[in-house]
């Protein structure tokens, strides 16, 4: 894995990626030109809001996770959950296929404020965050109001155009999720 420590739980859970997935690729963004063009459309599009796609932000597109300059320093749990989050986005491509997926990731309803599609796809994903979270670091660090604030800022802020603009909204989904993991952690005996 790129920038990954031998033995580490990042670098174990590519291994199963790539048992479920055998065409994933890992691909730094700074080396590709697709994700530079990306990045110039994207700062275009939300006026400079969406500046950190190159830095900060994993893409997921058919098996190729493309990976921002921050990955290296980020701490194996960091690496960890964010791939159990992108190999949700892995699955939906296998689900829908690309097409499907630029679809749903684009237009219903709108490419930017009411993105349906988008938000739909993207909370399947930070469900998983949530989950993850919970399975690592325990039931009160996916409770944290930390990290919910940090999942509703990336569906109402620039980060994914504005995608759902309803903070209530988000705020009730996560809610919802936490009740699930807590049921399943209960059945689990956790």
Do not use: C, N
Request: hydrophobic share 40%.
């Amino acid at each position: 894995m790129a920038g990954g420590r031998d033995g580490s739980r990042a670098e174990r859970y590519v291994g199963e990626l790539r048992g479920e997935f055998p065409g994933l690729r890992l691909v730094h963004k700074r080396d590709d030109r697709l994700s530079r063009l990306i990045d110039r459309l994207l700062r275009l599009l939300t006026l400079g809001g969406q500046a950190a796609y190159m830095t900060r932000y994993v893409t997921t597109l058919g098996e190729t996770l493309f990976l921002p300059s921050d990955w290296e320093g980020r701490s194996d749990l960091s690496r960890y959950l964010t791939l159990r989050h992108e190999a949700v986005h892995l699955r939906q491509f296998r689900r829908y296929g690309r097409v499907g997926m630029a679809l749903l990731y684009l237009f219903p309803i709108l490419p930017l404020g009411l993105a349906l599609g988008r938000a739909r796809l993207e909370w399947e994903a930070y469900r998983e965050t949530l989950r993850a979270t919970a399975e690592t670091e325990g039931l009160a660090a996916a409770e944290d109001p930390a990290l919910h604030s940090h999942i509703v800022l990336q569906f109402t802020s620039a980060a994914y155009g504005w995608m759902w603009p309803f903070r209530s909204a988000v705020q009730g989904w996560i809610d919802r999720a936490i009740e699930e993991i807590r049921v399943e952690r209960r059945a689990a005996g956790v």
